[in-house]
């Protein structure tokens, strides 16, 4: 990837491919507050891409085309409907522009060398990778029952998945260092298997072969649940917010 070429990359604000919309923050998952509080029909009226968890954390979620999935402890995916409720999840209009081709790549370098190229360690965006993986390392945290436990005290409760050979496709989100809380600093990425067979939260992968698109945001739309009684209510200042995600993500 050419810094040129990433730096070419802009905002597209037909059909609001500019904004990003995220319903709920991860900061309101950290003392437990997992109910359900929009539903995925309608994050659809948002976008057409996207990632989250289900209520819960029943699952890890990936849209693409439209389409919503949910990746729970057998590690396959299932189609959800619309009326499946989640507490946190970001999605976009899809307008992804290509960047370039990478190949035997890891994705702590791969990661690097996208934020380094594109120069926007300050902006939101979304990246796409679709190819092959020479190994994937997947998880899915294993859902929760009322009264929810903290998101530290989930953190052992995990599904892993590994795969090799894999085509597939990755997509996660750049945030930036000074919106930690509302979402993840750095990298936030979900995988899903051509076949379905393999998915969830990336821990680690190998890209044999594939193309990396970008879509750069200018826009954060942030919606938050203030119809629920729990996050209105709920003192934050106690939380080890930062703690808490760097050792769940």
Not at 21 to 28: D, I, P
Not at 41 to 56: A, P
Not at 114 to 139: D, H, L, M, P, Y
Request: proline content about 4%; hydrophobic content about 40%.
């Amino acid at each position: 990837m050419t810094k040129s070429a990433a730096a070419n990359i802009r905002p597209i604000h037909e059909h609001g491919a500019n904004v990003l919309y995220q319903h709920g923050t991860l900061a309101q998952l950290v003392p437990g507050l997992l109910e359900g509080t929009t539903t995925i029909g309608d994050l659809l009226t948002h976008g057409d891409t996207g990632i989250g968890t289900g209520e819960g954390l029943d699952g890890e979620l990936i849209i693409l085309d439209g389409v919503a999935y949910k990746i729970g402890q057998s590690g396959v995916a299932e189609i959800l409907p619309d009326d499946f409720t989640v507490p946190f999840a970001s999605v976009h209009r899809a307008a992804f522009q290509y960047q370039c081709e990478r190949a035997d790549i890891g994705l702590e370098d791969l990661n690097r060398k996208i934020v380094e190229a594109n120069g926007r360690a300050n902006t939101f965006f979304a990246v796409i990778v679709r190819g092959t993986f020479s190994f994937i390392k997947t998880r899915a945290v294993i859902k929760q029952q009322a009264p929810y436990p903290t998101l530290e005290q989930v953190a052992d409760q995990q599904a892993m998945f590994l795969g090799h050979d894999v085509k597939g496709t990755m997509l996660g989100y750049f945030s930036p260092l000074m919106f930690n809380g509302a979402a993840v600093a750095g990298f936030h990425e979900h995988f899903l298997a051509d076949d379905r067979s393999i998915g969830g939260h990336v821990l680690d992968a190998v890209l044999e072969r594939g193309d990396i698109l970008s879509q750069v945001f200018d826009t954060l739309v942030q919606h938050l649940p203030v119809d629920n009684p729990e996050y209105r209510s709920h003192d934050f200042s106690n939380d080890p917010i930062a703690e808490a995600i760097a050792k769940a993500e």
